[in-house]
């Protein structure tokens, strides 16, 4: 059974650095197979960044260069190190597991349907 534990978020301000991690017990592929998405209030929700199953990472457009996704294999573990955060950085961030069918065969991101476990979400918050 896949089971995705959380840690991190918090609240900074803008231009500040947070990391979020995701302990993921049960899942066959280390920390490959999985992305981090995010939903805001108002908006849907949204892949920010994630890896296939060759270690291939994608990031949101809204994310590059400021966000970086990464993984320890030996702990399961995917993190994401947000720098320079903004305010519309502001939302519940969660980590998910992604089918295989889809990790292996689409980009590394993909859609929200293909993700298959998701963890409970953390709060970031950044203001001003």
């Known amino acids: 059974q896949v089971q995705l534990r959380e840690s991190g978020g918090g609240s900074v301000q803008t231009g500040g650095s947070l990391r979020l991690s995701c302990a993921a017990s049960?899942?066959?592929?280390?920390?490959?197979?999985l992305g981090w998405f995010r939903h805001a209030p108002g908006r849907r929700r949204e892949g920010v960044a994630g890896?296939?199953?060759?270690?291939?990472?994608q990031y949101a457009d809204f994310v590059k260069g400021r966000f970086i996704i990464s993984g320890d294999n030996a702990e399961n573990t995917l993190y994401l190190q947000m720098n320079s955060l903004k305010l519309e950085d502001t939302a519940m961030y969660f980590c998910?597991?992604?089918?295989?069918?889809?990790?292996?065969?689409?980009?590394?991101?993909?859609?929200?349907?293909?993700?298959?476990?998701w963890g409970q979400g953390l709060q970031v918050t950044v203001s001003s």
């Open positions: 890896i296939d199953v060759n270690g291939k990472i």
């Open positions: 049960g899942h066959a592929f280390g920390f490959h197979c």
């Open positions: 998910a597991t992604r089918s295989p069918f889809y990790c292996r065969s689409g980009a590394p991101i993909g859609e929200e349907f293909e993700y298959r476990h």
